[in-house]
């Protein structure tokens, strides 16, 4: 179950302090996005680096990188154990995601890192990562409505819960294409605190990020892409100018190509799954507002070809069907309602059930042909890939969802 706060891990860590500096990132999308692009510019500049993101892709250990590699699996499980051991022998009853930040951090300290790159795993304020004492930058992508029973009802409560990050005496990066309600309580939050904040945002990448703003002329990027880079990049420089004051951020640019972040309009191919030759779109998105980035994306990049297209979707219990579904799925679109498997580690996730999820999409206008497959995904994958023929193939609506087709590929591949 998710027990948001700041006690438990606090005694779970209370005898290993931290010995390397943090970047701690916050935001309801493209946070993750933010740390992979901040780890790899730092690991090419040489700075061991170390990067905790959630959830998991495939294995368990795998949301744990040292140096852009995956950490080894004898490694974490290692220190997993000391630090369940310590959990229990002090009595200390701490969630699943509290074991995990611990033993994240605890590889860190293990692996001797210089700077750790920290995604926030829900909120800010009362997540397990707050714990964090040695912060270099504090970073917050764009905020929208998502966990509205854990952080608020309003966007206003929400933004500051994830503002609750920001500690004095620690400049921040914060998006500035966040809506005015965000963007004002963030400020306050700030101005509270007497500490510097950064607003950025493409459109004004050419005062604050000359070099930037060139790649994005040069690069057919998305706008959210766009929004992320300029907060990695303005991160990057305030982190390179406390820890190496002679690099100059810019050099590092043109490392941002090499980043591949699994899940985020990434075009895969389903071989040896399906027998189909055309790549197909995953995307993790899961919550109205990355829903709404993919539906545009969507609708300018694969819609003209064909006009309709053929949707794997699943969702987590809870989420705001409605929401998000309406953002991507257009009049005319054939769907196939799926369900991912048990997520590892973190018993309270469910999928919201095939058949419930078919009769919500079945209320949108105009709405093509809808197929529940309840219990295994691949059914649902081979259906909607006999259906498109080739057309415009799009898996998306959560995470572990995206989870659980890399994990059909890679089994299948074996």
Known sequence: MIELGLGRVSRLLQQS????????????????????????????????CGRFTSPHLIDRWDCITIGERVVQESLFRQIEDQVKLRDQTLGIGASEFELLTATAFEIFNHEQVEVGVVEVGMGGRL?????????????????????????????????????GILKSGVPCVVDNTNETAVIETITKRAN?????????????????????????????????????????????????????????????LPRLSDIKWPGR?????????????????????????????????VDRKLRPQSGNVTWVVAASSGKDLAGVFR??????????????????????????????????????????QVQGFEGDLLPAIKWASDIAQGRPLVIAGSLYLVSDVHRLLRDAQK
């Open 327 to 368: 953002s991507i799925i257009r009049p005319g679109d054939t769907v196939a309602t799926a369900e991912f498997g048990p997520v590892e580690g973190m018993p309270w996730v469910t999928p919201t059930n095939a058949s419930e999820l078919a009769h919500s999409i079945q209320s949108l206008p105009e709405i093509g």
């Open 17 to 48: 302090p931290l010995t390397w500096k943090a970047i701690h990132v916050a935001g309801t999308n493209g946070k993750g996005s933010i740390s992979a692009y901040l780890s790899h510019l730092l690991s090419s500049d040489g700075v061991r």
């Open 192 to 252: 509270d605190l007497g500490i510097h904040a950064t607003f950025v945002s493409p459109d004004r990448a050419d005062e604050q990020f000359p070099a930037l703003a060139q790649l994005f002329r040069k690069m057919d990027l998305e706008p959210h892409q766009q929004e992320n880079m300029c907060c990695a990049m303005s991160a990057l420089r305030l982190t390179l100018s406390k820890i190496r004051p002679e690099t100059n951020a810019s050099s590092l």
């Open 265 to 297: 309009l990434e075009a895969i191919s389903l071989r040896p799954l399906v027998n189909r030759e055309e790549n197909i779109l995953l995307d993790g998105a899961h919550n109205p507002l990355s829903a709404e980035v993919l539906g545009k994306y």
């Open 127 to 163: 997540d397990a990562t707050n714990i964090l004492d040695n912060v270099l930058i504090s970073v917050i992508a764009k905020i929208g409505m998502d966990h509205q029973a854990f952080l608020g009802s309003t966007i206003e409560e929400i933004a500051a819960e994830k503002a």
